[in-house]
């Protein structure tokens, strides 16, 4: 402050300071995010590492040694001096029964067109700017499931067979694992719902009854549910009735997804604002009209990332069918390991691949899915 | 007022008690319990029907006959000799050892991961991220198949072996080897050593908070703690004569080629079946864990980091006191949930010959036949173990949950 | 209606099935058309599938002949592949109508489970399979060794039982799955690979190269094999046994599926008895009187459905061993149609 009388005039240019360190282009972008200091560059070579010591021999394996052709296990052998890859002929060759299991060829159509159904009425139904969401909705949850049913197991009305029947036992591959997983989610919705609505009643009987039946399937391991459907089912019946094998996982699987279902419903209707919930009584709407006009269809929107992460769950844990002798696709890949024809050291390799690609790619789209569906939501409801 | 006083307990009593909610409600509720007393009269009659005609036994008294079937893996005393509960103990402490290592793992690595998610470097954030993705998506069973048989036929044959840690472990096929610590009398008292070094570090840390909370003063706690648990311990081994030592396993090389290999019975052991689950269990939920450890930090407002740099706290300090503490408390139910989940997940042991509570408990019902008592025996096994664990963590919760104002 | 339905929809009683637990097993098979036959989820020789899902081997030929005894047809049989851990269960519940999934006859299944043993097809009893470089050449010298078997069995009891019994220190790894123990004795998880020595030979094939290994000549157990029913409803279980036994006695007599047709005509009485050209024995149980003439015809006698499958010309190479007749040093040995 003293000087403020002292002039100072710049008699010479000030030095040149070099120029910024560039942030734009790639090496810009090098620099901030990867050697933005020492203890970064350390951390990006051992990251470069890391993904170079996994990734390469993954290629190696997988593309460049894989053998893509041949009819045994010839082909596949590892030749003198190389590594065996990945035997993809032997996919190939096993590829039919890997997605229909062991339906009868000449049927295969059937499934075929069930596949067809139900990726057809599932696209529009997940697209949220696609119409007709409650025709399509009904389609897909009532129509769809009866003319599947009817598809995959036969018809025969009164002596004349329309459908050959097709036994469960011969099921296998996907389509084991999709009919387990989609009939599970699809049928432990309501169920779901329904313990939802009983954990969250006034009621103090339904409300215990919902809170034990969701916590105890909760709380116990599928595998142990899987068993108790196959070994201790049977006895609860009355002599003379059983049920087919795949049904009774069904059972199974839908009782303790809907557990599940319950949880992720309850969330939604716990985010519904009450007063919601007063507007439709001021309106005069009982229960089950102020339910189903005005709660649940701003829950089960609210949920629909949930469900979603419910299903993944169950369209990964539809692998455990295999302990109990069921052929789901990865029961299906191993019971193909027996087989002399292709037996080679990466067969199992491969097929544990091929598997963990199959599930990669449905459950990395559906959540993908999931996310997307949970942005939009987000916005839709920000104030 | 007039009309209802008319005829009081006529009309229109009767057409309330179709409204009212209190009458609606006990009617719906009588119905349910009516309908699930006959649903479980119908299921005893039958079960108890079935049994009797397809003369099966019941009743808890198979538990006590001899299993007659070998265990490879045992925390307890066991042989062939034992009864069938001995086996079912065997399992059951199986699945919680199981259980214990792999949260621990699972723990470590999804932290680990969690944060890189979150790093600034773009290789280690990506890394984190498809290790996440990878992991989530490809089902547990096929990871565990992945670990035991592909992994399996990579590592040495049972006469050969990797060594790492200076000599001291070893790794085939037949598992992973290390030295046992031996305990001989005396050896108590270093137990006793550790156990007293706890305590005292636990009436250490109130000490210090009192004191602190009282004069601002700090105690070097965690230095002193760490400093009790080994020392006291090691202390003792050394006062009482070094009771404890370590039993290597035994590698012959030379006789027949049956015999060669590690001799059975000698040195520590894991087996692969163990370590081919618990890795596959850690590896697994690690990626759940991550993406709550992401969420959790994320959760806390970046105006808690930029308080704590004004402040003057370096990125170490901020972390450990001003983020971490904040996020666990997002952190911890769900982590809870996770926990449990390795658990129950821990069941598909059974695949890969690793006795279980499960895989003991299958081969028990094989050779007995006795499905509703062994099923009852797993339902009420997970049922406990998942309310104990979650009793556990909303007693944690609550105490995360009171630092709050 | 069928067993197969799947009600994709909730509505589940359209898939309970009121099917055959109680007595007239046979009315029931005969109304709906089929036999519901339980098998093994896959074990070359004795009950396997191919590629295309059609199952053949030992166990699923009895299948095929209890078939073509009640109904002619030795087509109309249902397969039910069932894990050991499952396969009494679902004969209990009247899931299937029989279990032919060669599992052993032990007085506690006969006894406790409810159910009866029809007689054995095939007399099996447990052995080791080894790696040939171990240079072993008696089980006596498996000291220590690492065992791979099934769980839930009674291999899993012998093995425990034999080594305890001669005093040498193990390591047991048992699967829930056949296939999931070869595998691990094939990435040499395991230095012995035990079950029904019908079996070792069965899942050798199944190995990267079977070359390389053998089967140790001890047999350490009693295991015979045989098709099970219901207790509960005799007229089955002599179904049951009869099916097995004519297989047998055809056998002996000569009578193969190619010259069953002149051997109709024969003189000698007990092959008319037999093929019900005298008496009525089929009538007696139930069925035609050319009950047997039909399990010859269309399956064969038992001989013949040995050597197709398991014996010395198929890729097991199983010799007839104590499997002969009785007349050939054997075990086997049917009583009389008489």
Same mark, same amino acid.
């Given at each position: 402050?003293?000087?403020?009388?002292?002039?100072?005039?710049?008699?010479?240019?000030?030095?040149?300071?070099?120029?910024?360190?560039?942030?734009?282009?790639?090496?810009?972008?090098?620099?901030?995010?990867?050697?933005?200091?020492?203890?970064?560059?350390?951390?990006?070579?051992?990251?470069?590492?890391? /993904?170079?010591?996994?990734?390469?021999?993954?290629?190696?394996?997988?593309?460049?040694?894989?053998?893509?052709?041949?009819?045994?296990?010839?082909?596949?052998?590892?030749?003198?001096?190389?590594?065996?890859?990945?035997?993809?002929?032997?996919?190939?060759?096993?590829?039919?029964?890997?997605?229909?299991?062991?339906?009868?060829?000449?049927?295969?159509?059937?499934?075929?067109?069930?596949?067809?159904?139900?990726?057809?009425?599932?696209?529009?139904?997940?697209?949220?700017?696609?119409?007709?969401?409650?025709?399509?909705?009904?389609?897909?949850?009532?129509?769809?499931?009866?003319? /599947?049913?009817?598809?995959?197991?036969?018809?025969?009305?009164?002596?004349?067979?329309?459908?050959?029947?097709?036994?469960?036992?011969?099921?296998?591959?996907?389509?084991?694992?999709?009919?387990?997983?989609?009939?599970?989610?699809?049928?432990?919705?309501?169920?779901?719902?329904?313990?939802?609505?009983?954990?969250?009643?006034?009621?103090?009987?339904?409300?215990?009854?919902?809170?034990?039946?969701?916590?105890?399937?909760?709380?116990?391991?599928?595998?142990?549910?899987?068993?108790?459907?196959?070994?201790?089912?049977?006895?609860?019946?009355?002599?003379?009735?059983? +049920?087919?094998?795949?049904?009774?996982?069904?059972?199974?699987?839908?009782?303790?997804?809907?557990?599940?279902?319950?949880?992720?419903?309850?969330?939604?209707?716990?985010?519904?604002?009450?007063?919601?919930?007063?507007?439709?009584?001021?309106?005069?709407?009982? +229960?089950?009209?102020?339910?189903?006009?005005?709660?649940?269809?701003?829950?089960?929107?609210?949920?629909?990332?949930?469900?979603?992460?419910?299903?993944?769950?169950?369209?990964?844990?539809?692998?455990?069918?295999?302990?109990?002798?069921?052929?789901?696709?990865?029961?299906?890949?191993?019971?193909?390991?027996?087989?002399?024809?292709?037996?080679?050291?990466?067969?199992?390799?491969?097929?544990?691949?091929?598997?963990?690609?199959?599930? +990669?790619? +449905?459950?990395?789209?559906?959540?993908?899915?999931?996310?997307?569906?949970?942005?939009?939501?987000?916005?839709?409801?920000?104030? | 007022?007039?009309?209802?006083?008319?005829?009081?307990?006529?009309?229109?009593?009767?057409?309330?008690?179709?409204?009212?909610?209190?009458?609606?409600?006990?009617?719906?509720? %009588?119905?349910?319990?009516?309908?699930?007393?006959?649903?479980?009269?119908?299921? %005893?009659?039958?079960?108890?029907?079935?049994?009797?005609?397809? $003369?099966?036994?019941?009743?808890?008294?198979?538990?006590?006959?001899?299993?007659?079937?070998?265990?490879?893996?045992?925390?307890?005393?066991?042989?062939?000799?034992?009864?069938?509960?001995?086996?079912?103990?065997?399992?059951?402490?199986?699945?919680?050892?199981?259980?214990?290592?792999?949260?621990?793992?699972?723990?470590?690595?999804?932290?680990?991961?969690?944060?890189?998610?979150?790093?600034?470097?773009?290789?280690?954030?990506?890394?984190?991220?498809?290790?996440?993705?990878?992991?989530?998506?490809?089902?547990?069973?096929?990871?565990?198949?992945?670990?035991?048989?592909?992994?399996?036929?990579?590592?040495?044959?049972?006469?050969?072996?990797?060594?790492?840690?200076?000599?001291?472990?070893?790794?085939?096929?037949?598992?992973?080897?290390?030295?046992?610590?031996?305990?001989?009398?005396?050896?108590?008292?270093?137990?006793?050593?550790?156990?007293?070094?706890?305590?005292?570090?636990?009436?250490?840390?109130?000490?210090? @908070? @009192?004191?602190?909370?009282? =004069?601002?003063?700090?105690?070097?706690?965690?230095?002193?703690?760490?400093?009790?648990?080994?020392?006291?311990?090691?202390? =003792?081994?050394?006062?009482?004569?070094?009771?404890?030592?370590?039993?290597?396993?035994?590698?012959?090389?030379?006789?027949?080629?049956?015999?060669?290999?590690?001799?059975?019975?000698?040195?520590?052991?894991?087996?692969?079946?163990?370590?081919?689950?618990?890795?596959?269990?850690?590896?697994?939920?690690?990626?759940?864990?991550?993406?709550?450890?992401?969420?959790?930090?994320?959760?806390?407002?970046?105006?808690?980091?930029?308080?704590?740099?004004?402040?003057?706290?370096? $990125?170490?300090?901020?972390?450990?006191?001003?983020?971490?503490?904040?996020?666990?408390?997002?952190?911890?139910?769900?982590? =809870?949930?996770?926990?449990?989940?390795?658990?129950?997940?821990?069941?598909?042991?059974?695949?890969?010959?690793?006795?279980?509570?499960?895989?003991?408990?299958?081969?028990?019902?094989?050779?007995?036949?006795?499905?509703?008592?062994?099923?009852?025996?797993?339902?009420?096994?997970?049922?406990?173990?998942?309310?104990?664990?979650?009793?556990?963590?909303?007693?944690?919760?609550?105490?995360?949950?009171?630092?709050?104002? | 209606?069928?067993?197969?339905?799947?009600?994709?929809?909730?509505?589940?009683?359209?898939?309970?099935?009121?099917?055959?637990?109680?007595?007239?097993?046979?009315?029931?098979?005969?109304?709906?058309?089929?036999?519901?036959?339980?098998?093994?989820?896959?074990?070359?020789?004795?009950?396997?599938?191919?590629?295309?899902?059609?199952?053949?081997?030992?166990?699923?030929?009895?299948?095929?002949?209890?078939?073509?005894?009640?109904?002619?047809?030795?087509?109309?049989?249902?397969?039910?592949?069932?894990?050991?851990?499952?396969?009494?269960?679902?004969?209990?519940?009247?899931?299937?109508?029989? &279990?032919?999934?060669?599992?052993?006859?032990?007085?506690?299944?006969?006894?406790?489970?409810?159910?009866?043993?029809?007689?054995?097809?095939?007399?099996?009893?447990?052995?080791?399979?080894?790696?040939?470089?171990?240079?072993?050449?008696?089980?006596?010298?498996?000291?220590?060794?690492?065992?791979?078997?099934?769980?839930?069995?009674?291999?899993?009891?012998?093995?425990?039982?034999?080594?305890?019994?001669?005093?040498?220190?193990?390591?047991?790894?048992?699967?829930?799955?056949?296939?999931?123990?070869?595998?691990?004795?094939?990435?040499?998880?395991?230095?012995?690979?035990?079950?029904?020595?019908?079996?070792?030979?069965?899942?050798?094939?199944?190995?990267?190269?079977?070359?390389?290994?053998?089967?140790?000549?001890?047999?350490?157990?009693?295991?015979?094999?045989?098709?099970?029913?219901?207790?509960?409803?005799?007229?089955?279980?002599?179904?049951?046994?009869?099916?097995?036994?004519?297989?047998?006695?055809?056998?002996?007599?000569?009578?193969?599926?190619?010259?069953?047709?002149?051997?109709?005509?024969?003189?000698? !009485?007990?092959?008319?008895?037999? &093929?019900?050209?005298?008496?009525?024995?089929?009538?007696?149980?139930? &069925?035609?009187?050319?009950?047997?003439?039909?399990?010859?015809?269309?399956?064969?006698?038992?001989?013949?459905?040995?050597?197709?499958?398991?014996?010395?010309?198929?890729?097991?190479?199983?010799?007839?061993?104590?499997?002969?007749?009785?007349?050939?040093?054997?075990?086997?040995?049917?009583? !009389?149609?008489?």
């Amino acid at each position: 402050m003293a000087n403020l009388d002292i002039a100072q005039v710049r008699t010479e240019e000030a030095p040149k300071l070099p120029a910024p360190v560039s942030t734009t282009g790639v090496i810009g972008w090098m620099r901030q995010n990867l050697f933005s200091s020492i203890g970064n560059t350390v951390l990006t070579v051992i990251g470069i590492y890391i /993904a170079y010591s996994l990734i390469a021999p993954f290629i190696q394996f997988a593309l460049i040694d894989a053998v893509w052709t041949g009819e045994n296990r010839e082909a596949c052998l590892p030749k003198d001096g190389q590594h065996a890859g990945a035997c993809w002929a032997y996919v190939k060759a096993y590829f039919p029964q890997f997605i229909y299991g062991r339906y009868p060829t000449e049927e295969v159509w059937r499934v075929n067109i069930v596949y067809f159904l139900f990726a057809a009425l599932l696209i529009p139904l997940a697209m949220p700017s696609a119409p007709f969401k409650r025709t399509n909705a009904l389609l897909f949850l009532v129509v769809f499931p009866i003319i /599947a049913y009817f598809l995959l197991t036969g018809l025969v009305i009164g002596g004349n067979v329309i459908l050959p029947v097709v036994e469960t036992a011969q099921w296998g591959g996907l389509l084991v694992t999709l009919v387990i997983a989609v009939t599970g989610i699809v049928a432990s919705l309501p169920l779901g719902i329904a313990l939802a609505l009983g954990r969250r009643s006034k009621m103090p009987i339904i409300k215990l009854v919902s809170v034990i039946f969701i916590e105890f399937w909760r709380g116990v391991p599928l595998i142990t549910v899987l068993f108790m459907s196959s070994v201790m089912l049977p006895l609860f019946l009355p002599e003379g009735v059983t +049920f087919d094998k795949l049904l009774r996982v069904l059972i199974g699987v839908t009782l303790f997804s809907a557990a599940y279902m319950a949880e992720v419903v309850r969330g939604g209707l716990q985010a519904i604002p009450k007063g919601q919930y007063e507007g439709a009584m001021a309106l005069g709407l009982r +229960f089950w009209p102020m339910m189903y006009l005005i709660i649940l269809p701003q829950a089960l929107k609210l949920v629909i990332p949930g469900i979603v992460n419910t299903f993944i769950g169950l369209f990964k844990d539809t692998t455990l069918v295999l302990i109990v002798g069921m052929f789901d696709l990865l029961g299906q890949i191993q019971s193909s390991f027996t087989d002399p024809t292709w037996s080679t050291p990466s067969q199992g390799h491969t097929g544990y691949l091929f598997a963990a690609i199959v599930f +990669f790619v +449905f459950c990395f789209g559906m959540s993908r899915y999931s996310i997307f569906m949970e942005h939009k939501l987000h916005t839709g409801h920000k104030r | 007022m007039a009309v209802q006083e008319q005829d009081s307990a006529g009309a229109p009593a009767r057409a309330s008690l179709v409204n009212d909610p209190k009458v609606r409600s006990l009617f719906y509720q %009588v119905i349910l319990v009516a309908g699930l007393v006959a649903l479980g009269y119908f299921i %005893v009659t039958n079960t108890i029907a079935n049994l009797e005609r397809q $003369n099966i036994a019941s009743g808890w008294g198979f538990l006590e006959n001899t299993a007659g079937f070998g265990i490879i893996q045992s925390l307890i005393p066991y042989a062939e000799t034992s009864t069938y509960g001995t086996a079912i103990m065997v399992g059951f402490f199986n699945t919680l050892m199981v259980a214990v290592v792999g949260i621990f793992f699972a723990t470590i690595i999804g932290f680990v991961v969690g944060i890189a998610r979150l790093s600034n470097n773009w290789v280690i954030s990506k890394l984190a991220y498809w290790y996440v993705e990878l992991i989530r998506n490809v089902p547990l069973l096929l990871q565990i198949f992945f670990w035991y048989f592909a992994v399996l036929r990579a590592v040495p044959g049972k006469r050969d072996k990797w060594s790492f840690g200076f000599d001291t472990f070893h790794l085939n096929i037949t598992g992973l080897y290390g030295p046992k610590p031996i305990w001989e009398t005396g050896s108590a008292f270093i137990v006793y050593a550790f156990i007293l070094a706890i305590v005292l570090s636990v009436v250490i840390a109130k000490w210090a @908070k @009192k004191r602190q909370d009282a =004069t601002g003063q700090q105690f070097p706690v965690f230095l002193t703690a760490i400093g009790l648990i080994v020392g006291l311990p090691v202390i =003792t081994y050394f006062v009482t004569g070094m009771p404890v030592y370590l039993e290597h396993p035994n590698y012959v090389e030379k006789g027949p080629i049956l015999r060669r290999g590690f001799e059975l019975g000698v040195g520590a052991k894991l087996i692969p079946e163990f370590l081919a689950l618990t890795a596959a269990l850690a590896i697994y939920t690690a990626a759940f864990i991550a993406e709550i450890v992401r969420a959790g930090i994320q959760a806390v407002s970046h105006g808690q980091t930029e308080a704590a740099r004004a402040l003057g706290i370096r $990125n170490g300090p901020t972390l450990r006191l001003v983020i971490i503490p904040q996020a666990m408390r997002v952190i911890i139910p769900p982590l =809870t949930s996770q926990y449990l989940n390795l658990t129950k997940n821990s069941s598909l042991a059974v695949a890969i010959a690793f006795p279980d509570l499960v895989s003991v408990g299958g081969t028990v019902l094989n050779q007995t036949g006795q499905a509703i008592e062994i099923i009852a025996i797993w339902m009420a096994v997970y049922l406990s173990l998942s309310l104990i664990t979650s009793a556990f963590m909303n007693w944690y919760n609550q105490r995360m949950a009171l630092v709050e104002r | 209606m069928t067993k197969t339905l799947l009600p994709l929809v909730l509505g589940t009683a359209m898939g309970v099935v009121a099917s055959a637990a109680n007595a007239a097993t046979l009315d029931d098979v005969k109304a709906k058309g089929f036999i519901q036959c339980g098998v093994s989820q896959g074990l070359p020789g004795f009950s396997n599938p191919d590629a295309q899902g059609n199952w053949t081997g030992l166990d699923v030929d009895y299948c095929r002949a209890m078939a073509s005894a009640v109904f002619g047809d030795a087509s109309a049989v249902k397969y039910t592949p069932l894990s050991a851990k499952e396969r009494f269960t679902a004969l209990q519940s009247g899931e299937i109508d029989v &279990l032919s999934r060669n599992t052993t006859w032990t007085m506690s299944r006969d006894t406790q489970l409810g159910l009866n043993f029809a007689g054995v097809n095939y007399y099996d009893g447990q052995g080791f399979m080894v790696r040939k470089d171990l240079g072993v050449t008696s089980a006596l010298e498996l000291s220590g060794a690492s065992v791979c078997t099934n769980t839930g069995t009674t291999t899993e009891l012998n093995v425990a039982d034999y080594f305890r019994a001669n005093n040498m220190p193990y390591e047991i790894v048992a699967f829930e799955k056949a296939d999931e123990v070869v595998a691990a004795y094939d990435a040499g998880r395991c230095d012995v690979y035990t079950t029904d020595a019908s079996g070792l030979y069965a899942q050798r094939l199944k190995l990267t190269n079977p070359g390389d290994h053998m089967v140790l000549p001890e047999i350490i157990s009693k295991e015979p094999l045989g098709p099970v029913v219901r207790q509960g409803d005799d007229q089955w279980f002599n179904i049951a046994k009869w099916t097995l036994n004519a297989m047998i006695n055809a056998e002996e007599m000569g009578v193969t599926s190619e010259n069953v047709d002149n051997m109709k005509t024969s003189d000698n !009485p007990s092959v008319k008895r037999l &093929l019900g050209a005298e008496g009525a024995f089929g009538e007696a149980i139930g &069925l035609s009187n050319d009950w047997a003439y039909s399990i010859i015809k269309n399956v064969g006698n038992y001989g013949e459905v040995f050597d197709a499958n398991v014996g010395p010309d198929t890729p097991l190479g199983i010799s007839r061993g104590v499997n002969a007749l009785w007349s050939n040093g054997g075990f086997l040995y049917a009583p !009389p149609v008489r």
